[in-house]
C-alpha cells in the first residue's frame, strides 16, 4: 500500500509506504545488498564485481515514478494521490567497512560530480518539483545498512522544509536587495567565531542558531542555486570541505560520527529561483561522547529546538580538529 | 607541485555512466566509472538515459 496522504493540520503530505516495513534490516555479514556481488556468492543489488561509484532504484520505495492508484478513497478533507516520485541509493564505494570521511577527497569529488548528474537529469523529469539530495549515518539516526551510501529523493512537489526555506530566502531578497546566503556569510566572516573551515569556494560554520550542538552548515561564497551551477573546480572545493568537515566530526570523540546530511539546492519546477542560494546542512545527534539530542516535546510537537550548547564553542572545537586535505 | 599534477589529473577523469535494468526487470541502476574505460561517455550515453 503506498500512497500520498493529506494533513490538514499542517497542510502537508505524508507518504504511506506499507511495504517499506520489510526493508532489509541490518543483514548479516555477507549479505550486504549494497555490496558488489561476489562470484558464487549471495546476489546483492550489484551485480558488477567494482565500480566507482553506483546509483540504483531504491528497493523499498517510499515514491515511484509508476504508482500504483491509492489503496484507500480520498475526500475533501482527506485528499490522497499516488505517490508518484524516484527514491535512489547512492552508494559511496564497493568498500562495505568504510564512510564518506573514510573515502580519498577524490573519491568525494566523484561523488559531487554523480550528484549534479542526478540532480539534473532526475530534475528534469516533468513529475519532479523537488530533488532532495541526503544521506543518513550511523544507527543513531535510524540507519539499518552501514554500507556507506546516501539517496536522493525526486518529490512530485517541494516538501514543506524547503518551502519555508523559499519563502524566508524570497522575504530577505525582497526586503533587503540581498540573497541571504550572502547576508549570513557577511555577518559570519567578520566574527569569524563559528567557521570551522572555508576554502575559495566554500564556508564550513555552525550557525548562529544551531538547533543541534554540532549542527554544521556549508555555503557557497559566491551566488549558485544548485550543484549544477556549479564549476568543477567549485565540485572540487566542496569535496574538500566535505573531506575536513566530516573527519572532523569523527575525531570529536573518536567514534564514526553519526549525522543527517541535507543538501539543499533550488527546486526544479521551473521557476524563478535566483534568490535562492544552494547550501547543505549535517545534523549530527551525538552532544557528547555519551549523549544524544533527542527531538523531544518541543522540537517534535512545537517545532522549537532547544540547544544545550553554545554554537561558539562548539565551532571552535570542532575547528582545532580541521585538518589540510591532501589530493 | 605533486599534488597541483595530482590534481589535473583527477579534473581531466571523465565521468561514465551506464544504466542498466536490473534483474528485478523494473529498476534501473547507473555505474559510474572516471578515467579511460571503454564505456560510453557521458555525452554518448545521454540518449540511453
Known sequence: MSELRWNPLLGEWTVTATHRQDRTFFPPPGYCPLCPTIAGGFPTEISEPSYDIVVFENKFPSLMPDPPEPAVDGSDLYPVRPAQGVCEVVVYTPDHNSSLADQPVSQIYKLMQVWQDRFKDLGELDFVEYVYIFENKGEAVGVTLPHPHGQIYAYPFIPPRLVQKVNQFREHKARTGNNLIASLLHVEKKNGERIVAENESFTALIPFFARYPFELHIYPNTHAEALTDLTLAQLRDLASIFKQVLSAFDRLFDVSFPYIMSMNNRPSDGSDYSFFDFHVEFYPPMRTATKLKYLAGSEAGAGMFINDTLPEEKASELRRLIETVVW | ?49
Open chain 2, 1 to 49: 607541485m605533486e599534488n597541483e599534477e595530482n590534481q589535473q589529473e583527477i579534473v581531466d577523469r571523465e565521468m561514465h555512466k551506464r544504466r542498466e535494468t536490473m534483474p528485478d526487470g523494473r529498476r534501473y541502476i547507473i555505474y559510474y566509472t572516471f578515467g579511460k574505460v571503454e564505456t560510453e561517455t557521458l555525452a554518448e550515453v545521454a540518449e540511453n538515459v
